[in-house]
């Protein structure tokens, strides 16, 4: 049974958040975005022309994403280079960020966002998707709406928000399920998961992952705020 939090949370507590834009000065956007002890720091470049030429289409933009962890953002040193899980999260942040920006307003033009992890503790690729949306925005580009990410899962048989790798490493066992929305649309732009769940705690967690996306979504509009008004 896992009846209290490792940090003391409650169970459908956010960690702390920091969230910040214009960051990197010779980016058109960008943002860092701190959830606890997981930080990502995007920068987005374009519209701009497309290279490799293969690469263009007639009718829309074409989003380039690469995702990256620092050598000493985790206690292990990670190994520098892109490996499969970082272009695995490079695919999902780049598809995710296709339905929230309005990529047939662009065509022929490509929009490059790189997302680089400074400090990691589980929900990686929510952060940066988060950032790299704030950066798009801080860059001007025409959007839908913001994303916000967010893990939720289950460790032991609680159902709860934005793990710790503490939590997912959790002996009794976990499910991870990172999900993220375009939130004034309530659509689910990312939902990946690892583990086993029940149909009706899928249906839980989703429902807790929208409501800790709504208070990541407030915070994200609030720092575009400070920057532009
Ligand atoms: O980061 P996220 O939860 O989106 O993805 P994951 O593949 O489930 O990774 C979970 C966590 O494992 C990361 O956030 C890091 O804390 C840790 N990790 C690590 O310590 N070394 C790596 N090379 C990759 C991940």
Not at 87 to 106: C, G, K, Q
Not at 173 to 189: C, M, N, R, W, Y
Request: charged share 30%.
């Amino acid at each position: 049974m896992y009846e209290e939090r490792f940090d003391k949370r409650r169970f459908d507590e956010l960690r702390k958040i920091e969230a910040e834009t214009g960051v990197v000065p010779n980016a058109a956007g960008s943002a860092r975005f701190k959830i606890g002890n997981t930080e990502a720091i995007a920068a987005v470049y374009g519209p701009e022309e497309v290279k490799p030429r293969h690469l263009e289409h007639a009718d829309k933009a074409t989003i380039v994403c690469k995702y990256d962890m620092m050598p000493f953002s985790v206690p292990d040193r990670a190994k520098p280079g892109i490996d499969r899980r970082d272009m695995e999260i490079s695919e999902v942040i780049t598809s995710a960020l296709n339905r929230a920006i309005f990529v047939e307003d662009l065509p022929k033009s490509m929009i490059s966002v790189y997302v680089y992890v400074t400090q990691a503790d589980a929900g990686t690729r929510c952060a940066s998707l988060t950032a790299a949306s704030m950066a798009c925005a801080d860059a001007g580009l025409p959007m839908r709406d913001l994303v916000a990410a967010v893990a939720v899962g289950k460790v032991g048989d609680s159902i709860v928000l934005d793990l710790t790798k503490e939590e997912e490493d959790y002996e009794g066992g976990t499910t991870d399920i990172p999900i993220a929305f375009l939130q004034s649309k309530g659509e689910i732009v990312l939902l990946q998961l690892d583990g086993n769940i029940s149909r009706e705690d899928l249906k839980k967690a989703i429902e807790l992952g929208r409501k800790g996306a709504q208070e990541i979504y407030e915070i994200e509009k609030n720092a575009l705020k400070r920057r532009f008004l």
